[in-house]
């Protein structure tokens, strides 16, 4: 019930930055190749954070 004031963590954002990054870059693959990669390079930095912020 009091799950809605939770505020989300760091990496729940990052995830969901993520997932969307990756769905961008699965929409663009038949329009734009480049603007593909271009997506999947930032999705590809996202998870890069999201990994140092679990060994912390």
């Not at 019930?1 to 939770?6: A, Q, R, Y």
């Not at 969901?16 to 930095?45: H, N, P, T, V, W």
Request: proline share 0%.
């Amino acid at each position: 019930m009091f799950g809605i004031f939770k505020k989300k963590s760091q990496e729940d954002k990052l995830q969901e930055k993520y997932k969307k990054l990756m769905e961008e870059g699965f929409k663009l693959q038949s329009i734009s190749r480049s603007d593909s990669d271009q997506k999947y390079l930032e999705a590809d930095a996202v998870l890069k954070e999201i990994e140092a912020l679990k060994d912390k």
